[in-house]
Each structure stands twice: as structure tokens, then as C-alpha cells.
């Protein structure tokens, strides 16, 4: 979708964002009924939405809308919200800020400087600096280029992290090196993830925590093995998530930061949904809100690998462990709230919680706006060729037996038996 052309710019200059809606959804192929079962409202609120031109709209249903649109939201008059401007990703692949300085952004609060990393220390044309650029480049690539076109590239840059830290000539280089390493790993393991490559995925997160060790960092430990349990939740193997963030927090102690305890408490609640146990997901889940409010009154951290964790961050997961547990209240209640994770600029993270929604119709019986959903969501997988969004694809899909399917599923059904990655 243009979202330049002159009729877009001239409906949101005008605040006539019900017409954005419209022509949104008209380029999207998408009927009224079909969006408004994906956000839960009618399609006559739908038809009313898009007639409303320049008056007072209500914000939760226009929200809604344009995320699953996937409409820029200062298109329709919501870019000034705090929460639409929040980027959010998923806690495997954490959004990178400053790699040169390693210093915190907002969210991430308390003082570990008993632990020091030491990379706020490093000079800026040493070769830690130079690695940690190219390896922040990738990262940045890896929004909008297929993971397969970056692996062969990501590889190699490991290759040469783990040369220069091999030929160092003292302890501490070799140390601060290895972070090198362990950072450029943790990239090279996302990437096989969004591949679909479990098997080289799992080798990676085994040399990311190495390296992370050889480095005597236990806040980068702590963080690698934390994304290995998430991938362990996500791929339902809940004893071994569980397992390895125990692990991440004893690796810190008790003094560890509210934004560590928040984020390793929405993997186990990932991990105990795996396993279907609902009470204990929503324990978890209830803990990691509570550390929410605790991050805004504690200092920054050396912490390098920063991402904003807030409400909304809690909202995604409970949504991802409503989804997985067959739990769609859960899901429509946290919609709202993960709203800046589902419109946030990464196409496949935001795929990825889209197909989430998705189950979530589905297991309430709304097939017709499931599917319309996940056919979007499966565009973005083949676009990017990730085998892990196509694969959530095929998964919604077997969860669905009826005979005979509906035309919305025979469509998706074609365009899904035609994917070949």
C-alpha cells in the first residue's frame, strides 16, 4: 500500500480517517465483516467507522482498525500517543540502541554496576566498536531483508569477531572481544530461527552463551540465555525454557534489574503455556506486570542490548499465551493494550502476532476473519521468505478442520499449498 497518494494524505490532512480506513482496507482486498471480526467489533461499526469523515471517532475501534490495516497510525491522528510511539519487538531479537556506548534507554532502570559490562568504556574506533557497528547494521537489515539473504554475511562477520578475539594478545581484549562474539552469535541464531533452521538455531544460542561466559559478562550470560528459553517456549519445550531462565536470573542474583525480571517472567509464562498450564502462565504473567512498575523508578544499567518493556511488552505476552493456550478472551482483552506491538515497523514480528490474533478468532469460531488475518500474515512470510512465520501459518491452518472449508480457507489454503521457501 502507497500510504503517499494523494488521496491518503488529503483524507488524514482533512481528519477524514475513516476514509483512510476505507481505502486501506480496499487495497487490502479486505470486506467490512472481514475486518470488523478481526477487531472484534461489527461490521456495521465498520461501515459507520469509514462514513464517520471529520468528526470525533472513537479511538479504541479506529486503532484496532489501523493496526490490523497495518496503516501508519499518525495517518490517523494517533502518532502523537505515547504508546503508538513505542517500538516494541520480540524479546529474542531485542531492539539494539547505542552499541558503541552501551547505554540504556527507557525502561531499562536499575544499577547493576557491580557487574559492569565494561563497553561503555570502549573507544569508538577499537575493534570492538568496529565489529559491534557492522554487527548493529545487520540487525537494523534484518526488518526489512529476508533473514537467508543476511545469514551467509552474518556468518562470515562471526568468523572475523571470532578471529581477532582469538589473536588478541591479552585477557582483557580477548574478554571484551568475546561480547563481540557473543552479540554477533545472537544474530546469526535469530536469523536461523526466522528460517525455520531449528537445528543451526540452537547451535548459535550454544556459542552466543559461550562467548557471553569467556567474556566474564554475566549481564550478557544472563541475556543470551534468556533468549534461549524464549526460543525453547516458543518452539514447546516448556521444561527447558523454564530451566534456563532460572539459570538467567541466578546468573545476576537477587539484586537483578526489574526489566530482567519482567522480560524472563513473560518467557515463563510462554513456557508454562507450552506446557498447558494456564494458572501458572497467568502468574507469571501477573509478576511481570507488577516488575513493570518497578523500572520506571530505578537507574540505568550498562545494559547494551536495550528494549523498551512496558505494559504493552506484558499485553504481547499474554496475547502469545492466550494464543497458545486456546484462550481468546485473553487475546481480545490484551489486544488493546499490545496495540504498539501489532502496528510497530517490524513486518515480521508484527506477522507473527497477527497469526497470533488469528488463533484467537479462530478458537471462537470466526474462521472468516482468521483467515483473513493469516493470509496477510502469510504474505509477509513469503515476502521474507521465514520459514518460522509460514510454518505458524501451516499450524493455524491444520487447527482448523471442517468439510467443506469455507471460501476464505480455500483461498488461503491455495496460496499456502504454494509456498515453497
Not at 215 to 240: I, W
Not at 248 to 277: C, F, K, M, N, Y
Not at 315 to 338: N, T, Y
Request: proline letters at 4%; one cysteine or more.
Amino acid at each position: 500500500m502507497n500510504w503517499s497518494t494523494q488521496a491518503i494524505r488529503e483524507a488524514s490532512r482533512t481528519g477524514n480517517y475513516g476514509c483512510v480506513v476505507r481505502l486501506a482496507r480496499e487495497a487490502a482486498g479486505v470486506s467490512q465483516r472481514q475486518l470488523g471480526e478481526a477487531c472484534g467489533i461489527s461490521q456495521s461499526a465498520v461501515s459507520r467507522m469509514e462514513g464517520h469523515r471529520a468528526a470525533s471517532y472513537d479511538m479504541t475501534q479506529l486503532a484496532r482498525a489501523a493496526t490490523h490495516l497495518q496503516v501508519p497510525l499518525r495517518l490517523v491522528g494517533l502518532a502523537d500517543q505515547p504508546a503508538a510511539q513505542t517500538a516494541i519487538v520480540d524479546g529474542t531479537e531485542v531492539e539494539r540502541r547505542d552499541f558503541l556506548a552501551g547505554a540504556a534507554a527507557a525502561a531499562s532502570r536499575p544499577a547493576l554496576a557491580a557487574l559492569g559490562t565494561g563497553h561503555g568504556s570502549v573507544a569508538e574506533n577499537s575493534q570492538p566498536a568496529t565489529l559491534r557497528l557492522a554487527t548493529s547494521a545487520f540487525r537494523r537489515m534484518d526488518g526489512s531483508t529476508p533473514s537467508r539473504h543476511l545469514a551467509e554475511p552474518v556468518l562470515a562477520h562471526l568468523r572475523l569477531a571470532q578471529t581477532v578475539a582469538s589473536e588478541a594478545e591479552d585477557k582483557t581484549a580477548r574478554a571484551g572481544l568475546a561480547a563481540v562474539g557473543s552479540e554477533a552469535a545472537s544474530l546469526a541464531d535469530w536469523l536461523s530461527w526466522d528460517m525455520g533452521d531449528y537445528g543451526s538455531a540452537r547451535t548459535w544460542y550454544g556459542t552466543a552463551i559461550k562467548a557471553a561466559r569467556s567474556s566474564r559478562d554475566r549481564l550478557l550470560t544472563a541475556y543470551q540465555m534468556g533468549s534461549l528459553a524464549q526460543f525453547e517456549a516458543h518452539t514447546g519445550n516448556a521444561a527447558q525454557g523454564l530451566s534456563l531462565t532460572r539459570s538467567a536470573r541466578r546468573q545476576l542474583g537477587p539484586e537483578r534489574p526489574a526489566i530482567v525480571d519482567a522480560w524472563l517472567s513473560t518467557v515463563e509464562a510462554l513456557a508454562h503455556a507450552a506446557a498447558g498450564d494456564r494458572a501458572s502462565a497467568d502468574q507469571a504473567l501477573h509478576e511481570a506486570a507488577a516488575d513493570t512498575y518497578r523500572i520506571t523508578v530505578e537507574e540505568p544499567p550498562p545494559w547494551p542490548w536495550v528494549f523498551t518493556f512496558n505494559s504493552s511488552k506484558v499485553a504481547a505476552g499474554r496475547l502469545a499465551c492466550g494464543a497458545r493456550l486456546g484462550v481468546p478472551q485473553w487475546v481480545f482483552d490484551a489486544q488493546d493494550e499490545a496495540g504498539p506491538v501489532l502496528a510497530s515497523g517490524h513486518d515480521k514480528q508484527r506477522a507473527l502476532y497477527v497469526l497470533d490474533v488469528a488463533a484467537a478468532h479462530l478458537a471462537a469460531g470466526r474462521p472468516d476473519g482468521a483467515f483473513a488475518m493469516a493470509t496477510r500474515a502469510l504474505e509477509v512470510g513469503v515476502r521474507y521468505r521465514s520459514g518460522r512465520i509460514v510454518e505458524k501459518a501451516r499450524s493455524l491452518r491444520r487447527s482448523f478442520v471442517t468439510n467443506p472449508p469455507p471460501r476464505v480457507v480455500r483461498d488461503f489454503d491455495d496460496r499456502l499449498y504454494g509456498v515453497h521457501l
